[in-house]
């Protein structure tokens, strides 16, 4: 007995001494001798208070589409946050009841509760209760989940760790926050920021998720069980630990009767209060957590792709991934719906999403002289992390792939001699059968060309960019200068696809010690099978290069963002790259009444068009690879530019084989760009272009033809 109370009497002078050294230290700022404090302490206190102050929590990043309704969310902590207004006195009179009824009686630290805390574990040996008012819970949860946001458990276990020195900072930063905030905004943001299980925060988004309510509608049995997590959600999970959930709740019930939440009729209170613990736990068997990242986005299978580029051209742009995650950001962006549930539709029409080895991909952006917006990032494959399903995590339409336009490259190279005034789209070049080019040569001999059908030795320009013959075009490159044609592709828009990707499309790495590029790769070796289109491309590039074109010759980058918004509603900026004129008007007008006959009769597209029934100007260029393992279509009208490609993504790409489409290896009659990429172009833009009036294309520079 005796060494029981000895033993007691010791943790009781142990809890006074430990008492005395925090009332030193809310007395002195400066306890130099005990080493816990100085002036760099000092100023973490004041800026820890300050930050606290201001309130500013990890929030839920949105992203809208160009109507502005949202599309995917970013966010590591979901939050919804509240004004005092907007939470149910149930909430606060819950809260309080369990965690602090003497809330409104202490600034910042009940040292009524260190006592009481002392005197209990003096008496009889229990562990210390009561002395941790909400103001320091408040403080101990921003010090673990926004100071410590980047490693969650670590910064708890700091924020809860059993030391005098934590004691202290801790309650001198919750001393001086009494001082800087009223009892109701230091309630409402104890309320916002506490943890509350299935990542959620704060009982605005905790009330979303349990119950699909808002927080100012809480009842008091929701509101009991909110309360009873607080702190404590993975060892009460209402979902994994119902049980324990609802004793915790109804031990918050009773407290909330012994501090009058119920009136002052003892025996009405109590019988309010059994009728509240009779009450099952109510949560909904879907919890509504918000959906996160481009996987959830609101469309996701269709969306992702957008989401996915968009969250890389942010990153290049100066926004941080703290910032995406923990901003609040509202990020207004260019996704339009229609375009891209149309371009979705299309290209899974001409390739099912589970097709094995083949996909097919869309960009569609929109041109103009200010701002290149991209309309839509589709692919017939769905975005996702189930690959047994098809699925792909990357964004396909927008990256560098490592497959071939094919023909469509052409288009530089006309561009280019035109440019020198090589020819004009009126103009006949030479279309020989076969051409042994000695520019280019094939090892020591030259290099042999066959055009892949049978054409005139002669045509205009015109009909050669809608009928493609291969040779023509090799002659053409070998007078316009391989590097020229080079720089007009990278200077329409191939920029990314020529010096930012090698040969393989992989993206070059900071020192480049996989390079060189692409476009130096080209120069370097000679290869004069650039104008045939063998090497990697980005189809988001090669659609940019068809705005460029019908924009009078301005290349813009091709921008997913029209705005970013911070938590306040400020614009930030963003670091994006200049318009410029990549080509005089003359030239890119001239280039798309080049590019205007692909449609017609003899064209590779004329058949494509005539079945979908396309019938409004349009300048195009399809493309096929040599081996037929990817195919291509590039087109645009005043309105609305896009591209397509059809490629083999599989582990060991094979042919690919129309009607129907097919891996085909070893055949000979593979696919044509007309016949897949094509009507998935034709098709969306019948639909996305349903209601404009048709626009004409401008008309060619006298010089130019």
């Given amino acids: 007995m005796f060494a029981a109370r000895a033993s007691g009497l010791v943790k009781l002078l142990g809890l006074c001494l430990t008492a005395g050294v925090l009332l030193a230290a809310m007395v002195f700022p400066l306890v130099g001798g005990l080493g816990l404090a100085s002036n760099r302490a000092a100023d973490t206190v004041d800026q820890t208070s300050g930050d606290l102050a201001k309130g500013e929590l990890p929030l839920v990043t949105t992203i809208q589409d160009m109507n502005g309704d949202p599309i995917a969310y970013l966010y590591d902590q979901y939050r919804i946050p509240l004004e005092s207004k907007d939470i149910a006195d149930t909430m606060k009179g819950a809260i309080l009841a369990i965690e602090d009824k003497r809330f409104f009686d202490h600034q910042g630290v009940d040292w009524q509760g260190i006592a009481r805390a002392a005197a209990k574990a003096g008496v009889d040996g229990g562990a210390t209760q009561g002395a941790s008012t909400l103001t320091q819970q408040y403080v101990k949860n921003y010090m673990a ?43 409402t943001g104890y309320l916002n920021i506490v943890p509350l299980g299935n990542q959620t925060y704060g009982v605005g988004a905790a009330a979303k998720a349990y ?14 069980l909110l309360a009873a997590i607080a702190n404590r959600p993975s060892s009460l999970n209402p979902g994994a630990s119902p049980d324990k959930a609802l004793e915790r709740r109804n031990i918050v019930i009773d407290k909330m009767r012994e501090n009058g939440a119920f009136g002052a009729d003892e025996t009405e209170a109590k019988k309010k209060a059994e009728e509240f613990k009779a009450a099952p736990l109510g949560i909904v068997e879907d919890l509504q957590i918000l959906p996160k990242g481009c996987v959830g986005a609101g469309d996701g299978p269709i969306y992702g792709f957008f989401c996915s580029y968009l969250l890389d ?26 375009a891209t549930k149309a371009a979705k539709q299309s290209a899974e029409q001409q390739v099912p999403k589970t097709q094995n080895g083949i996909a097919n991909v869309m960009s569609v952006v929109q ?31 927008a ?40 520019v280019y040569p094939n090892g020591g001999a030259p290099w042999k060309v066959e055009n892949a059908g049978n054409y005139g030795e002669k045509m205009t320009l015109t009909q050669a960019l809608a009928q493609s013959p291969n040779t023509g075009f090799v002659m053409l490159q070998e007078k316009a200068g391989l590097s020229n044609v080079v720089d007009m592709a990278y200077r329409l828009g191939m920029r990314e696809t020529l010096q930012g990707a090698n040969r393989a499309g992989e993206p070059l790495k900071e020192d480049k010690s ?36 019908v924009s009078g010759g301005t290349w813009c980058p091709p921008s997913p963002v029209e705005q970013v918004l911070d938590r306040y509603g400020k614009p930030m900026p963003l670091k994006e790259l200049p318009c410029e004129q990549a080509v005089n008007t003359e030239l890119a007008n001239s280039l798309a009444q080049g590019m205007s006959q692909d449609t017609a009769s003899g064209g590779t597209a004329a058949e494509a068009a005539r079945s979908t029934g396309w019938n409004r100007p349009v300048i195009g260029k399809t493309g096929t690879t040599e081996e037929h393992k990817s195919v291509a279509f590039m087109a645009a009208t005043p309105q609305y530019a896009g591209a397509v490609m059809t490629y083999a993504d599989g582990n060991r790409p094979e042919v690919i084989c129309a009607n129907p489409i097919r891996l ?13 990429a094509a009507p998935t172009w034709f098709n969306a833009m019948k639909a996305i272009h349903d209601g404009l009036p048709a626009a004409p294309l401008p008309p060619a520079a006298g010089r130019y033809k």
């Avoid at 119950?211 to 009991?224: I, M, Y």
């Avoid at 991209?374 to 396909?396: H, I």
């Avoid at 104008?531 to 068809?546: D, H, I, Q, R």
């Fill in 367 to 397: 041109p103009g002289t200010d701002k290149h917006r991209v309309r839509a990032l589709v692919a017939s494959r769905d975005y996702g992390n189930k690959a047994e399903l098809g699925q792909v995590a990357r964004p396909v339409p």
């Fill in 211 to 224: 119950f699909n309510t808002t927080a100012d509608k809480l009842t008091v049995p929701q509101a009991a």
């Fill in 313 to 338: 051209y942010l990153r290049e742009a100066g926004v941080t991934n703290k910032e995406l995650q923990r901003g609040g950001l509202t990020i207004k962006t260019t996704m339009d719906p229609k």
């Fill in 514 to 549: 996989n390079g060189p590029s692409q476009g130096d790769w080209t120069k370097q070796n000679n290869a004069g099978s650039y104008t045939l289109g063998p090497g990697a491309t980005s189809v988001l590039e090669l659609a940019n290069v068809a705005a460029t074109i």
């Fill in 145 to 187: 989940f926004v100071l410590g946001a980047d490693n969650e458990q670590e910064a708890w276990e700091k924020a809860t760790e059993a030391t005098i020195g934590r004691k202290m900072r801790e309650a001198r930063v919750a001393l001086q926050l009494e001082q800087q905030m009223s009892k109701e905004e230091i309630l």
């Fill in 664 to 676: 085909c290896g070893g055949s000979n009659a593979g696919v044509f760009g007309g016949q897949v």
């Fill in 399 to 438: 990256e560098v792939l490592p497959f071939g336009p094919g023909s469509v490259n052409k288009v530089f190279t006309a561009a280019a001699a035109m440019e020198r005034n090589i020819i004009g789209i009126d103009k006949q070049m030479d279309v020989p059968k076969v051409y042994y080019s000695k």
